[in-house]
């Protein structure tokens, strides 16, 4: 056990501890941000012990855990966090987190919506371009060497006049349908609830909007019920020139069945940052032009993951500091 | 009859081919068949092509085509000086490509010939095709595509993270149709425009920059939207790169000439720029083979106008361009020859 610093061990009677099970990329990357006067990490990670006997062992009076997707707070972890009463991500997401269990014991929950949208959209949107208009798929033909011994390449699709739904126009689903507009888009949406003050159409179901639609962009959060909401059926009616573009969650998307679809060539492509299962990508998808792959990072820039390293750190300063917290996810 | 049902050249009659309107089509064996559509053509016209003859153009030229009125220029295809002294009878040129630098323009004013351009079909393409160079080069969207079909990313290689769009300072180099295009979209992505032009657009509320230097000099990001003259030739050199900066990126959707490629590439490999993106190069179909190892470099075949519907858009603007003029009535999309 290193004792580079008073405050790193967890011993420390001084501050009060936020506990860390495994570090979120913005945490590994930007670690000097999270130093604060107010808090000290606990860093489970570190620990040689089984995670349960930690927990047991040094967790007891922990108030506040800053979690990951690979660190899920599920309710057998909460059980273990008998002080608990909040729980933070780093993320936009918060599908990792045991909602229900949370509301039940009176836990908060803060998230880092909104510092994403910016960067989210421009990802999106820049994967519908790629895969409509080819250009990973040409840039590849060129490094291969196929232009000079095979001449052109294939001829692309034109943005304008396409008609894109946006699947959830929240923050990001709203950023990524102003930047759509500014190709000649139409902007068509779906959401839970209609959003009154809104000019793009709305359609009650996912169904409805994709056909309707000739590509769909998914921008909601993973819940119980927006999981594997893209099926086969909604694929179908998306059609053949039917494009898709997931940097939300993979198990949005029912996988099997859009690598299905993507195979026998009754949707037109797909351009994904997220899988079901990563960092496992179906090996299918490697053998198609089609389809544009990334590993769940296309979303990141320097600056998202700095504004949202200072969100987590702003909501454990209030927290300890019993002021209002600066993002709570408002339980629905 | 066959003139106004869908284009079948058999069902045409000879004399029914005979009485149409004569116009010569010329096209180098190598440019991309998606810019010529023969059906559409024979439907209006009766096509004089080179290309049907064993005869050197040269030769066929002299003795079939005195009297053409009207030339197709396919893509790319030069129309030299030397081609048009053939053509004492000719009044007009049809170009259907984005650019006109193949085209002898001085020679065409001289000789009281019109052109047309290709108008606005690829406009909107080519700024979109910009866009998506950007972002990709941006966020390394097709590095790590390769990564990932190279199976790295479950090898938990860390990936770097990408650059954000917002924020930036983009040039636009000629702020001409496909620049304005390309400077409206970038708005909406957060970014701050200027621009440098031959002049200075006034009703424009972009900051404007007479020289490219200093354009670069106040630029995250060159976006070159401009022509190829003697002017604009290898506009984009050492001294740009150095005032551009080791955090710039390069986009050229222009002329490949336009940039000194061999001090791209330098650059490049100097890691004295931070990327390009690049449709257009010197010495096409062949690519820097030096390019080929970069990850921060994305390189597209000459694809910017490569839509479905922008070729379907120029096949009716080229017929209506023609049949306007064996109509005297006007032209629909003039260049101005300067």
Known sequence: ?332 | MGYHQKPQYLSKTLEQDLLLPRVLVLRSPSVPSFFFSKSHLQAHFHLVDPLDSPEPTHSFLSRHAASVLALLCVASTRVSSETLSLLPSLKLVVASSAGLDHIDLGECRRRGITVTSAGQVFTEDVADFAVGLLIDVLRRVSASDGCVRARLWAEKRPFPLGVKLGGNRVGIVGLGRIGSEVAKRLIDFGCSIAYCSRKEKPSVPYPYYSTVSELATNSDVLILCCSLTKETHHIINKGVMEALGKEGVIINIGRGALIDEKELVKFLQQGQILGAGLDVYENEPHVSQELFAMENVVLAPHAAVYTLESFAALQELVVGNLKAFFSNKPLLTPAQLE
């Open chain 1, 1 to 332: 056990m290193e004792h580079h610093q008073e405050r790193s061990d967890h011993r420390s009677q001084d501050l009060p501890q936020v506990l860390v099970i495994k570090p979120p990329p913005v945490l590994t990357l930007f670690e000097d941000k999270f130093i604060s006067s107010k808090f000290q990490l606990l860093k489970a990670w570190e620990s040689t012990l089984p995670l349960d006997q930690f927990l047991t062992n040094y967790a007891g009076s922990v108030r506040a855990v800053l979690c990951s997707g690979a660190s899920p707070i599920t309710a057998d972890i909460i059980r273990l966090l008998p002080s608990l009463q909040l729980v933070i991500t780093a993320s936009a997401g918060v599908n990792h987190i045991d909602l229900t269990e949370c509301r039940r014991l009176g836990i908060a929950v803060t998230n880092a919506a909104g510092v994403f949208s910016d960067d989210g959209a421009d990802a999106a949107v820049g994967l519908l371009i790629d895969v409509l208009r080819k250009v990973s798929a040409a840039d590849r033909y060129v490094r291969n060497g196929l232009w000079p011994a095979k001449g052109d390449y294939a001829l692309g699709s034109k943005l304008g006049g396409k008609r894109v739904g946006v699947v959830g126009l929240g923050g990001f689903g709203s950023a990524v349908a102003k930047r759509l507009e500014a190709f000649g888009c139409t902007v068509l949406y779906n959401s839970r609830t209609q959003k009154p003050s809104v000019p793009y159409p709305f359609y009650s179901t996912v169904l409805e909007l994709a056909a309707d639609s000739d590509s769909l962009i998914i921008c909601c959060g993973l819940t119980a019920e927006t999981r594997h909401m893209i099926n086969r059926e909604v694929l179908l009616v998306l059609g053949k020139q039917g494009v898709i573009v997931n940097i939300a969650r993979g198990a949005i998307i029912n996988e099997k069945e859009m690598v299905e679809c993507l195979v026998r060539g009754e949707i037109g492509g797909a351009g994904l940052d997220v899988f079901e299962n990563e960092p496992n990508v179906p090996e299918e998808l490697f053998g198609l032009d089609n389809v544009v792959l990334s590993p769940h990072r296309v979303v990141f820039t320097p600056e998202s993951f700095v504004a949202a390293s200072e969100l987590v750190v702003g909501n454990l300063e209030a927290f300890f500091s019993n002021k209002p917290l600066l993002s709570p996810v408002i339980y629905e």
